[in-house]
């Protein structure tokens, strides 16, 4: 649903292959992140409440108007989360943004050999800072002993009754603090190699407009040839949602519905413009890079490519094939299926709002955001 409300369309299955890559180079991160220093604002959030008065009122709700008020304390800066709809409460706040990030960043500490903390233990551990030793949902006893972030002190800035104008502004402790983390961080399937994401920190890649782009090649280490066959998967899932696209135009058509051709007049387009890149796809070393894809869509993307590099030009011939795909991701609501149901759904679909099909992206825009803030660390 989050996917839908961004504007995204995965009627097939192509976003598999996304997240895999996107993990792999980038780890820990997520397309909601915009700017670094959020990794440090969650535990001074956590911190101050830990260091307040005991009160009747839960550390959730405490710790989620901490968050309100921190939305506010950042307007005027780009990438807050919240701001569309301060001052109404956050959706998204950063605490459920950034965790993941904390703990695969190694800011979160882990608990007694059982992995990096989950938030109900860190509002549990909090909470016993002012209490007595509480116990976890397995009635095992949370130690109080250590604080759970590993992360500088708050600046002055920050301690001001939870008032006061703050920025994204990393200070040079926090800017060498996240570098030396960031570096560290290996890839997920290469465990002895430094991830993309640790190559990259301190260089400028403003200029850079893919993750797969020259500047980033250079810069991957061992990881080079698996993010040019990412940029190749990236340019065939487009190829792919356009000739989604038309097959359903052309089954509306069939369906007796007023006709359109923004779709199919559209697909030549999208595959002159993308069809080199994505045939030099090496398939066995593909399928090694994401693993293991649900079968109806690898093969989906398999017999696309072989489409492609036939120099074939009907999408229908690769229609019964993304139907799998459709209805084993989609069920009942594929819009390809041979059902009344799906005939009612294509007759909803408008092609004129359909999105123009564009290559996997892996998040390129929020790493060049976050790593922004680390330029010459």
């Given at each position: 649903m989050a996917a839908d409300q961004q504007g995204v369309r995965d009627e097939i299955g192509f976003l598999s292959i996304h997240q895999r890559y996107a993990d792999r180079f980038f780890p820990g991160t997520s397309v909601l992140h915009t700017r670094l220093r959020h990794v440090l604002f969650v535990p001074w959030l956590y911190r101050d409440e830990q260091l307040k008065p005991a009160s009747s009122r839960s550390t959730r709700d405490s710790i989620k108007d901490r968050e309100?008020?921190?939305?506010?304390?950042?307007?005027?800066?780009?990438?807050?989360?919240?701001?569309?709809?301060?001052?109404e409460p956050v959706e998204q706040r950063p605490s459920q943004v950034y965790w993941g990030a904390l703990q695969q960043w190694g800011i979160l500490r882990g608990?007694?050999?059982?992995?990096?903390?989950?938030?109900?233990q860190v509002e549990r551990l909090v909470t016993g800072k002012r209490s007595t030793l509480l116990k976890d949902e397995e009635g095992r006893p949370l130690s109080t002993a250590a604080w759970?972030?590993?992360?500088?002190?708050?600046?002055?800035?920050?301690?001001?009754?939870?008032?006061?104008t703050l920025t994204f502004r990393l200070l040079k402790t926090e800017r060498t603090f996240l570098a030396k983390r960031l570096r560290s961080?290996?890839?997920?399937?290469?465990?002895?190699?430094?991830?993309?994401?640790?190559?990259l920190v301190g260089e400028d890649i403003a200029g850079t407009r893919t993750a797969w782009g020259r500047q980033v090649l250079q810069l991957a280490g061992k990881e080079r040839?698996?993010?040019v066959r990412a940029g190749q998967a990236a340019a065939l899932a487009a190829i792919g949602r356009a000739i989604y696209a038309a097959?359903?135009?052309?089954?509306?058509?069939?369906?007796?519905?007023?006709?359109?051709?923004i779709q199919r007049s559209a697909l030549p387009t999208v595959v002159s413009r993308w069809a080199e890149q994505a045939a030099k796809l090496e398939w066995s070393g593909f399928c090694e890079d994401v693993k293991h894809l649900p079968v109806a869509v690898s093969e989906a993307l398999r017999l696309t490519l072989d489409w492609l590099k036939r120099g074939a030009t009907d999408p229908m011939e690769l229609e019964?094939?993304?139907?799998?795909?459709?209805?084993?991701?989609?069920?009942?609501?594929?819009?390809?299926?041979?059902?009344?149901?799906?005939?009612?759904l294509r007759t909803e679909w408008t092609s004129a709002e359909h999105p123009q099909a564009q290559p996997l992206h892996y998040r390129w825009d929020r790493i060049q955001m976050l790593l922004a803030d680390l330029v010459g660390a």
């Open positions: 309100y008020r921190l939305t506010g304390r950042l307007k005027g800066e780009s990438g807050v989360i919240g701001s569309r709809n301060y001052p608990h007694d050999g059982s992995g990096p903390l989950s938030r109900y759970p972030f590993a992360c500088p002190e708050a600046p002055n800035e920050w301690a001001r009754d939870g008032e006061g961080l290996t890839s997920p399937d290469n465990p002895g190699e430094k991830s993309v994401l640790a190559q040839p698996v993010l097959q359903v135009e052309t089954l509306q058509e069939r369906d007796g519905t007023p006709p359109s051709r019964p094939m993304y139907r799998d795909a459709e209805q084993y991701r989609k069920g009942r609501r594929a819009r390809l299926s041979n059902t009344q149901f799906a005939v009612d």
